[in-house]
Each structure stands twice: as structure tokens, then as C-alpha cells.
């Protein structure tokens, strides 16, 4: 969490001696801790703003602070709290803390638990699935936290607790998904969750009430969702929507045994990046209802549509209270893409916040104002915009590449959302090597922090386009086919 903002209001101000005063409202914070080494002092202007008082009476007292060693400046760099304010000596002594503790520990085993479980990944990644910020109107967003602020330097503790409840946020995202992604859903039917990983374990924790109950995921590469299921004790099916008969299989699993949950992206599959069409939907939703299941809907990628409109999700379908939207509310700055939106039926929610809320130390409510304002105002959805203009050119410049160089060795689908190819080479390509091959020749290849690396052969690759250089990306692409040729030549003639 934040620390809490400063409070620049000087109680009882005397007029008649406003400079003395500023000085000892300063020093007194600095000797209670409220104010510590380090810390930027407001702007004097602002700050004799708020207290009502002339720019050259603060300026006057940060210059009398500074002479007397409580404040320090540097060109540029703002007034700020001294490393080492008078009268707070701290000598120097060795640490009081040994490695061993003296009075004995006795040390506890550990609880067993299931080492965490991955499953070999058939594909290398490669880039990055987030698009850069660098476009973000950060000016706007820190006006509107400066206006927040000021709001909450004087609220008492127990409003201050409240705003952790987050309403002004909840109800923006609320309106975003009714006025223009037609959820058509109450307030009391949406839940915000900080943390992707926070979301599955809530929602599956009041999905799955025992073990071994059916769970079928049609994103078995998806280590955090494999994690999070085998910790529940579920019964895992795995299939993949990419599969002619997909929908057939769930059917089959369904009139076999009782299946409590179906995970689906329907918008982009991870990680072969497929869509379900609009009858397959429906089809979907009907079985959900038939056999009394429900479907687990994730939505990473609502902002990255490339057609005239954005995908409709399931939850906007005719449901009957059938589907769990789990959704991320934006890719547009770090804190966005931490939010999780759980929209299902008034039971489910109701069911939901049984559980012991969340911190509140992970919530950032002024962070969470600010972006209400920019949601409330258009910026957000503005800027939204931008980054799906700025995605939409990258992914058409690395389809130019990727067909201009590696045509005749990799086949592949344009993508109509999200900021991932999905590249299969040909059988006889082992893609590791080649990968290795040009690490050795100096090339740095840019693999996904998530990449699994595997000594088997791998003929698929997950390409992110959210942020790249297209001079390197043609580069690298002209060199891998320089040394597939070459690869598969000398096969030739060994033959």
C-alpha cells in the first residue's frame, strides 16, 4: 500500500507569524517521523496555496530549514527532508544480530505440500504480450491524484477505511460494462479482485466445495490456472478449443460424469490464439444449461480486437446465470492489468464475499479515483484506443516479416485479438536448436520470462507483438531462414 498522503495544513495558523510557523509545523514532523529522510517537500507555491499564505513566506522558511540542516535542495530535484537532521547522531556499532539465535529454536518441518506442477510446453515464447506504456497521458492521471490527494489528506480514519471499499472505482467499471460492453448488470452482481492468482483461488474456493469434483480446462498451459485447480483437489479434463470436435468432447465428458466447471477464453485460447464463432458460443451456453454446469469465462484480451467490432463475451449472451465472467480491466498501465473483474449472478457474488476480503493494503485508492475520472471522462477508453491502433500496425508490420522471410517454413493465422501469433515450423525444424544457434552467434533472442525451456523437440512458437522493433524482428527473421535453408539443404545431401 501507498503511505498514506501528507497533510500540508498548518492547524491554527497565526497569520501574524506565518513563517515561524511553517518552519516548526516542518520540524515537528520531521522529529515525529511523519516526515522522513528523503521525503519531497510539496512545492512552496503549493504549499502556501493551501494554507492561504504569500509564496515568499515559504519560500523564506524551506531557505531558513535548509541553512539549519532540517532540508536540502538540489537543481532540479526539489526540497526534500535531510539525510541527517541536527541533534540524530547514529554511532557506528557492529550488528546486534548474529546468524545463530542464542536463546534456541526449535525448527518445525515443514507442512508437505505439492510442489508445483508444470506440464512440458510444446511451443517456445517468445517477446512480450503486453503493449508498451510509454503512450499513457501520465499528466492528466497525476492531476487526478493530485485532486484525490488533497480529498483524503482530511479524511478521519474511518472514512479513510471505507474508501478502501472502492465504490467510486466499482461503480466506473460498472458503467463501462453496461454502457459500452452491454453486460446489462446490477451493482450487486460485480465483484473487483487485486491479482489474477487472488481471483481463481476465490472463485474456485466457492465453485469446488470438495475434492475431486470435475473441472474441464481447455487451457492446459496455463501454469497459474494448472496450479490453482490442483491446489482445489480438482478433477482435471483437458481439452482444446482448437479441436474440430471440441465441442463434442465436452458433451461427451458432460453425459458421462458431473462436471462442475468448464475454463474457457473464448475471445483468443491460450496459447493457440483460437476464437469461438458465435454459434459455437451459443452451443456452448445451451450445454452449460443442459446439464447444469457452469462456464468459468476469462477475458484478457477485450481491448486487442483488429475487425470493425469488439467480441462479444459470453456473459453477454443469454445465460441464464450460467457463466463466471472473470475479465482484466485494462493493459493500459500496472495497476490495470492487476485488476480483476468477476461479474456473475447476485448467489454466486453474494457467496463470493463470505470469504475473508482481501488486504486492503492492496488496494491504491487513489490510484483507483484517479482512473474513474479518466474512465468517467473517455480518456481511458481514448487511450485504449491508441494501443489497439499502435498493436493493429505492429501485428500487420511482423505479418509482412513473418511472410516475407519465413513463408516457406512456418504456417499461421493472422490474429484477430490479443498481441500473440501462434507459428507452427515445419516437422523437420527443431526450433530449440536453431534458437540456440543463434544465441551462439551472438543474437540475444528475446524469450517470454514464462518460456519453459526443454531439451525435446519444439515445433511451435508463441510470437508476442506488444511492443518490438521491427528492424530487429527482420533481421532475426532474414538469419532463422538463412539457417533453415542451410539446415535442410545439408539434410538433403546427406540423404
Given at each position: ?19 515561524l ?35 515568499g513566506?515559504?519560500?523564506r ?47 518445525r ?24 506504456q ?26 479513510m ?66 496450479n ?90 443469454d ?12 493493459m ?67 505479418q ?21 501469433f ?74
Amino acid at each position: 500500500m501507498n503511505k498514506t498522503p501528507f497533510n500540508w495544513i498548518i492547524p491554527k495558523l497565526d497569520k501574524r507569524q506565518p513563517r515561524l510557523q511553517a518552519e516548526n509545523f516542518i520540524v515537528t514532523h520531521i522529529k515525529c517521523r511523519n516526515l522522513i529522510p528523503g521525503d519531497v517537500l510539496l512545492p512552496y507555491r503549493q504549499f502556501a496555496a493551501i494554507n492561504g499564505l504569500s509564496v515568499g513566506t515559504i519560500k523564506r522558511a524551506y531557505s531558513n530549514l535548509i541553512v539549519q540542516g532540517w532540508l536540502s535542495t538540489k537543481p532540479g530535484g526539489g526540497t526534500f527532508v535531510a539525510q541527517r537532521i541536527p541533534g540524530e547522531e547514529v554511532p557506528y556499532r557492529p550488528s546486534g544480530f548474529p546468524d545463530r539465535f542464542p536463546a534456541g529454536l526449535e525448527i518445525r518441518k515443514k507442512h508437505s505440500q505439492p510442489p508445483p506442477h508444470y506440464i512440458p510446453q510444446p511451443f517456445v515464447a517468445i517477446g512480450t504480450y503486453a503493449p508498451l506504456q510509454i503512450l499513457f497521458p501520465q499528466d492528466s492521471f497525476n492531476k487526478y491524484c493530485a485532486v484525490h490527494q488533497i480529498r483524503n489528506a482530511n479524511l478521519s480514519q474511518a472514512k479513510m477505511l471505507t474508501s478502501y471499499k472502492g465504490e467510486r472505482f466499482k461503480h466506473a467499471v460498472l458503467t463501462e460494462l453496461n454502457q459500452k460492453r452491454g453486460f446489462g448488470i446490477k451493482a450487486e452482481m460485480l465483484e473487483i479482485i487485486i491479482h489474477r492468482k487472488s481471483c481463481l483461488e476465490r472463485v474456485f474456493k466457492i465453485l469446488l466445495h470438495q475434492p475431486n469434483e470435475v473441472v474441464i480446462n481447455t487451457s492446459i498451459f496455463d501454469l497459474m490456472l494448472t496450479n490453482v485447480l490442483r491446489e482445489c483437489g480438482a478433477i482435471v479434463h483437458t481439452l482444446s478449443t482448437q479441436d474440430q470436435h471440441f465441442l463434442k468432447k465436452i458433451e461427451q465428458l458432460l453425459k458421462q460424469t458431473k462436471v462442475r466447471a468448464i475454463y474457457v477464453r473464448p475471445q483468443s485460447s491460450f496459447p493457440e490464439r483460437c476464437t469461438l464463432t458465435e454459434a459455437q458460443c451459443i452451443q456452448l451456453i445451451e450445454l452449460a444449461k443442459k446439464y447444469n454446469t457452469c462456464i468459468l469465462e476469462e477475458d484478457e484480451d477485450h481491448e486487442f480486437y483488429y475487425g470493425s467490432s469488439c467480441y462479444k463475451p459470453l456473459a453477454c449472451y443469454d445465460h441464464d446465470g450460467h457463466v463466471i465472467y472473470l475479465g482484466r480491466l485494462s493493459m493500459a498501465t500496472l495497476y490495470t492489468h492487476s485488476v480483476r473483474i468477476i461479474a456473475a449472478s447476485l448467489q454466486f457474488i453474494t457467496a463470493l464475499r463470505t470469504l475473508p476480503a482481501q488486504s486492503i493494503e492492496q488496494r491504491e485508492v487513489i490510484t483507483e479515483n484517479a482512473l474513474a475520472d479518466m474512465m468517467m471522462n473517455g480518456e481511458l477508453a481514448a487511450y485504449q484506443k491508441t494501443l489497439r491502433l499502435n498493436a493493429k500496425k505492429n501485428r500487420d508490420n511482423l505479418q509482412w516479416v513473418l511472410s516475407n522471410y519465413l513463408s516457406d517454413h512456418i504456417s499461421f493465422e493472422m490474429p484477430e485479438h490479443g498481441l500473440m501469433f501462434w507459428l507452427k515450423f515445419r516437422d523437420e525444424v527443431a526450433l530449440n536448436a536453431l534458437l540456440l544457434q543463434l544465441g551462439n552467434m551472438g543474437i540475444e533472442v528475446p524469450f517470454h520470462p514464462n518460456n519453459q525451456k526443454t531439451d525435446s523437440k519444439v515445433n511451435y512458437m508463441l510470437l508476442g507483438f506488444g511492443h518490438y522493433q521491427v528492424e530487429e524482428a527482420e533481421g532475426a527473421a532474414k538469419l532463422l531462414k538463412e539457417i533453415i535453408d542451410k539446415s535442410i539443404s545439408s539434410s538433403s545431401i546427406s540423404k
